[in-house]
Antibody, heavy 125, light 106 residues
Framework: QVQLQESGPGLVKPSETLSLSCTVS????????WSWVRQPPGKGLEWIGY???????NYSPSLYGRVTISEDTSKNQFSLKLRSVTAADTAIYYC???????????????????WGRGTTVTVSS | SYELTQPPSVSVSPGQTASITCSGD??????VCWYQQRPGQSPVLVIY???KRPSGIPERFSGSNSGNTATLTISGTQAMDEAAYYC?????????FGGGTKLTVL
């Protein structure tokens, strides 16, 4: 059974860096894709980015330049860093296993089949 | 940029059929999946690749996708199905979510 668990500080000061980790059990992070998704209070889901195949990454254009996703294969973890945070970055942050299907770039599809419980991060001084 | 549009809310009576739509330009050319999110819980995948159900998802959940609209259908809706539902697709190397639909079972 695959399980994911987010961890990290629940409070971050404005202009600082938000850092979270996701520990995976039941699967290897060197397989599949691994995503971060966030949800501001009372709002919908927002994809942040994913890491795959030993360190390759893809990020949301809206966060590009502030976000880095990395991995630690020795711990079977992947991590999120979001720089220069503001109150707008206050959200529940989820990590999720992401599966890819399709055989060509015109038929690719991605879906998140296992999610962590989420961790709430508040940006405030 | 590509967008997925969902109605903010849908209401249904217990035992009836609920339909939740997700619209986007030529969405039928892409594969869509759907997530259910009950209050205070993480999202759960209920449909992927337009119409496939993951193991453990009841048969009353079904999906379709054609033209500009994907539809999540819940047959014989139960009180436990009251939740927010999000569609998701992939376009130009980006994972996209719809804004979500709150399903109320009256």
């Amino acid at each position: 059974q695959v399980q994911l668990q987010e961890s990290g500080p629940g409070l971050v000061k404005p202009s600082e860096t938000l850092s979270l980790s996701c520990t995976v059990s039941g699967d290897s992070i060197t397989s599949n894709f691994w995503s971060w998704v966030r949800q501001p209070p009372g709002k919908g889901l927002e994809w942040i980015g994913y890491i795959y195949y030993s360190g390759n990454t893809n990020y949301s254009p809206s966060l590009y330049g502030r976000v880095t996703i990395s991995e630690d294969t020795s711990k079977n973890q992947f991590s999120l860093k979001l720089r220069s945070v503001t109150a707008a970055d206050t959200a529940i942050y989820y990590c999720a296993r992401t599966l890819k299907g399709g055989s060509t770039s015109s038929t690719y599809y991605y879906y998140m089949d296992v999610w962590g419980r989420g961790t709430t991060v508040t940006v405030s001084s | 940029s590509y967008e997925l549009t969902q109605p903010p809310s849908v209401s249904v009576s217990p035992g009836q059929t609920a339909s939740i739509t997700c619209s986007g330009d030529n969405l039928g050319d892409k594969f869509v999946c759907w997530y259910q999110q009950r209050p205070g819980q993480s999202p759960v995948l209920v449909i992927y690749q337009d119409r496939k159900r993951p193991s453990g998802i009841p048969e009353r959940f079904s999906g379709s996708n054609s033209g500009n609209t994907a539809t999540l259908t819940i047959s014989g809706t139960q009180a436990m199905d009251e939740a927010a539902y999000y569609c998701q697709a992939w376009d130009s190397n980006i994972v996209l979510f719809g804004g979500g639909t709150k399903l109320t079972v009256l």
